[in-house]
């Protein structure tokens, strides 16, 4: 492969790359258009409150509706 | 620019012999609960529930979900009907007892949300689309609408189905997804996603309870 078209193809690559997360939110509002809520979750000695935040912090996203 | 949020949570607990006994476990419940960002619910179980409690207490919740989920049958017993082995020994005489219990709860119990919506014994289940009948899910659709009360779409039992929703949106009634989780797939929300999306829901046709939650 000559040095020029390495680069290039390497660097469309590399930029699919980095904005693919952003493609993917994008995708995600087109997906849905509602809140993403779960108003029926039980607590117990097992599964804490503060597992159901870990949960929150990891489905954290940029949307306001996902 | 939007703030990052990702799916938020309701908490409920039973208002029960065995948990939320009174107005002093239900306070504790509340404070506790107040310092995290979730919703605070109660999911009673039974008919007069809120006799138990004063109505200042009441009115920190920040909704109540209620099932119909044990009926009352003609001998007195109490069907418990999410478990595997409910024996329905008639169907017909079930869902008479079933409805009348439906509506007792949709008309008089103070309630949010309408949980569970259709579910049916496992035991009959394979007859879903014929027990719930036209008419039947047109009686549970207005009286719901009567008072304002949300549908949840359960995760857990995968109900109500397509038609039930359509029919609902149609009478402008709003929805909530909930899972009935006490475990990691809090949140996961797979059916309520999916059936959401067929049914074309929007932000519109929801119900999001009052209080901010950041």
């Known amino acids: 492969m000559k040095r020029r078209t390495f680069i290039k193809k390497s660097g469309m690559m590399l930029g699919t790359m980095a904005v693919s997360p952003v493609l993917g939110n994008i995708d995600a509002i087109h997906e849905n258009d509602f809140p993403l809520m779960d108003l029926h979750v ?15 912090k990891k489905k954290r996203c940029s949307i306001r509706y996902c | 620019m939007q703030k ?74 109490i069907l ?28 008089n119990e103070p309630l949010t949300i309408f949980g569970w919506p259709l579910f049916l014994p496992v035991c009959i289940a394979r007859d879903y689309y014929t027990l719930w009948t036209a008419e039947r899910m047109k009686q549970i659709i207005m009286a719901t609408k009567k008072r304002n009360i949300a549908i949840e779409i359960n995760d857990m039992s995968h109900t109500p ?31 309520c996603k999916k059936i959401a999306k067929k049914c074309n829901l929007t932000k519109e046709d929801f119900y999001v309870p009052e209080r901010i939650v950041e």
């Open chain 2, 80 to 107: 418990s009907i999410w478990k595997f082995d409910t024996y329905v020994e008639d169907t017909n005489e079930f869902m008479a007892r079933y409805m009348d219990y439906t509506m007792e709860i949709l008309e």
């Open chain 2, 4 to 77: 990052k949020r990702g799916v938020r949570f309701g908490i409920v607990e039973h208002p029960a012999t065995w948990a939320i006994k009174n107005d002093d476990d239900l306070k504790k419940y509340i404070d506790r609960l107040r310092r995290y960002p979730v919703y605070i619910g109660l999911q009673p179980t039974d008919l007069g529930w809120s006799k138990n409690f004063s109505p200042q207490l009441l009115a920190q919740l920040d909704y109540i979900l209620m099932d119909p989920q044990r009926v009352p049958m003609k001998n007195g017993e």
């Open chain 1, 42 to 56: 039980h607590t117990t000695r097992q599964f804490t409150i503060e597992h159901v935040m870990d949960i929150a």
């Open chain 2, 161 to 191: 189905h397509e038609e039930f929703i359509n029919m609902a949106k149609e009478q402008g009634l709003k929805f909530v997804f909930g899972s009935d989780a006490r475990n990691q797939i809090a949140g996961r929300l797979s059916y």
